[in-house]
């Protein structure tokens, strides 16, 4: 599967995007999609992951109450939406796809097996 994320850009804080991941293949109904972020100088991190039918969903505790993941099977899509974001948020995003029967954590970074290319999100203050 290859992912195209988007929706990344410039906003102040408080300000809210929408993040999508679009996913080519015919089985992306069958894949647990996760979102990570990386700040210069720091590593990869898990932010927010969905089951394959989007009944479970998952998040680090910093972005809990304030970042949706979501998922469109149809259109074979993944979304983030980021609300009351703060310069902590400025990351490059990536979305991330594994098989639905992986037994991995949601936020093991390595259990992944697709990558999008990501998408800069600038908070400013």
């Known amino acids: 599967v290859q992912l195209q994320a988007s929706g990344g850009g410039l906003v102040q804080a408080g300000g809210s995007l929408k993040l999508s991941c679009a996913a080519s293949g015919r089985t992306f109904g069958r894949y647990i999609m996760g979102w990570f972020r990386q700040a210069p100088g720091k590593e990869r991190e898990f932010v927010a992951g969905i089951s394959w039918t989007g009944g479970n969903t998952y998040y680090t505790d910093s972005v809990k109450g304030r970042f949706t993941v979501s998922r469109d099977n149809a259109k074979k899509t993944v979304y983030l939406q980021m609300n009351s974001l703060s310069p902590e948020d400025t990351a490059v995003y990536y979305c991330?796809?594994?098989?639905?029967?992986?037994?991995?954590?949601?936020?093991?970074?390595?259990?992944?097996?697709?990558w999008g290319q990501g998408t800069l999100v600038t908070v400013s203050s």
């Open positions: 991330a796809a594994k098989s639905f029967d992986s037994g991995s954590a949601y936020s093991y970074l390595n259990g992944y097996d697709y």
